[in-house]
């Protein structure tokens, strides 16, 4: 009875060790998942500012565009309503730009 006794107590530090084992991997399995979901946040984050700062540089082409058709416009066009269409959605650029 007490080699059955003494035999079991071994299995039950057998187990208690393989749970701990189990529960440290655990944690770290969780651990490296949040580093991840960090690491993927602040990579889109990132990407974000990136394509942000690439799309504002396509727009400043744009509104330069703009710029030079307004340079261009012979004086004698600038009071056509389309002429002041076209320079309404010039400064509606500029203001664009201005809040970004």
């Known amino acids: 009875m007490e080699e059955k006794l003494e035999e079991l107590k071994k299995q039950l530090a057998e187990c208690k060790k393989q749970s701990e084992e189990y529960l440290a991997g655990w944690q770290r399995a969780k ?21 942000d700062a690439a799309t504002l540089l396509e727009l400043l082409d ?3 565009s ?3 058709a307004e340079k261009a416009l012979p004086e004698e066009l600038r009071n056509h309503e389309w002429a002041k269409g076209v320079m309404r ?3 509606a650029w ?7």
Do not use: G
Request: negative net charge; charged residues 45%.
């Open 31 to 51: 651990a490296d998942y949040a580093n991840l979901e960090k690491r993927q946040t602040k990579l889109l984050e990132e990407f974000k500012e990136f394509a």
């Open 62 to 64: 744009i509104v330069d």
């Open 89 to 91: 959605i010039k400064s």
């Open 94 to 100: 500029d203001e664009f730009l201005k809040r970004k």
């Open 66 to 68: 703009f710029e030079q």
